[in-house]
């Protein structure tokens, strides 16, 4: 059986329901499923980021200075490995000890109202006008059942524990984009 990350929300390469975003929506983190887990799975780790986000328009160092030039919008980690499944909405109460880290919203300081939504998920808030964000969810099958990373990590240190420990990764990539005002 092939490892697959799906959705009853999504469509692989379709576009993101409103209810997911930020942007017009509820900032709740959709519905994912995963089957064919490899041999000697022990946990899961789970992202969300979007390679598109013009960095100009937050106020942000430019390309190649954060992560990769990627906005993080979720990171979550030890997802047990007889976890198959999150609900609409598990950012915040993950199963069976998982745990989640600050996303990009962290980095732009206190003073910004993305702030508040810095530990967990994140939704899709692209600027209106801008060409329509990937956002790609990608699950890794990792041989341990702790990742070992601080709860105050952030993804080059997730980046960094991941070396050596996965068995597999599966990705769900989706758009989501606004109309200019």
């Known amino acids: 059986m092939t490892f697959a990350l799906t959705s009853p929300a999504l469509v692989e390469q379709g576009t993101m329901p409103d209810k997911y975003t930020l942007a017009k929506g509820e900032n709740t983190s959709p519905p994912l499923e995963w089957s064919g ?16 986000v013009p960095w100009g328009n937050f106020g942000l160092p430019g390309p190649g200075t954060l992560y990769g ?4 919008h979720w990171m979550a980690y030890d997802l047990p490995a007889n976890v198959a499944s999150l609900p609409a909405g598990a950012s915040g109460s993950l199963p069976g000890g998982a745990k989640e880290l600050d996303n990009t919203a962290a980095d732009f300081g206190s003073e910004s109202p993305f702030y508040q939504y810095r530990k967990g998920y994140i939704g899709c808030a692209p600027p209106p006008g801008d060409r329509a964000h990937r956002y790609i969810f990608t699950l890794y099958a990792l041989n341990t059942g702790s990742l070992g990373v601080a709860e105050s990590g952030r993804y080059n240190d997730l980046e960094e524990a991941l070396k050596g420990k996965v068995i597999a990764a599966t990705s769900l990539m989706v758009y989501f984009g606004q109309k200019a005002e």
């Open 69 to 72: 030039d990627l906005f993080i």
């Open 37 to 52: 887990a490899p041999e000697g799975t022990q946990s899961f780790v789970l992202t969300c980021v979007d390679p598109d």
